[in-house]
């Protein structure tokens, strides 16, 4: 069963190690960390039906979408070196800004 509610100690210290890992890495050779990462931690899981729940909840298919907003698990952030990357856009989407705990949320 994939656990949704915070666990992660020193999560802090584990977010400043993630993004010092991408520091000097361009855009696809980030991609391809992060998509290494999501490997080694799904062999370290390994349960089939865990890592189906988190690929659900990753893309948000999981809940309907009036229950996404509500739902108080864990929400991913984009990383600010992908914002800061963008050539777009100087400020992410509103949907970037989002997070389940309502920092940096938007008011719609």
């Given at each position: 069963?994939?656990?949704?509610?915070?666990?992660?100690?020193?999560?802090?210290?584990?977010?400043?190690?993630?993004?010092?890992?991408?520091?000097?890495?361009?855009?696809?050779?980030?991609?391809?960390?992060?998509?290494?990462?999501?490997?080694?931690?799904?062999?370290?899981?390994?349960?089939?039906?865990?890592?189906?729940?988190?690929?659900?909840?990753?893309?948000?298919?999981?809940?309907?979408?009036?229950?996404?907003?509500?739902?108080?698990?864990?929400?991913?952030?984009?990383?600010?070196?992908?914002?800061?990357?963008?050539?777009?856009?100087?400020?992410?989407p509103p949907q970037l800004q989002h997070r389940a705990d309502g920092a940096?949320?938007?008011?719609?």
């Amino acid at each position: 069963m994939l656990n949704t509610q915070p666990n992660l100690r020193a999560c802090d210290d584990f977010y400043e190690a993630l993004i010092a890992a991408h520091q000097g890495l361009s855009t696809p050779e980030s991609h391809a960390m992060n998509a290494r990462l999501v490997l080694l931690l799904a062999n370290h899981i390994g349960d089939h039906a865990t890592l189906q729940n988190a690929l659900q909840l990753a893309r948000g298919s999981a809940l309907p979408a009036a229950d996404r907003r509500a739902n108080h698990a864990i929400t991913p952030v984009v990383p600010t070196h992908a914002v800061a990357a963008s050539p777009h856009s100087q400020h992410p989407p509103p949907q970037l800004q989002h997070r389940a705990d309502g920092a940096g949320s938007d008011s719609t």
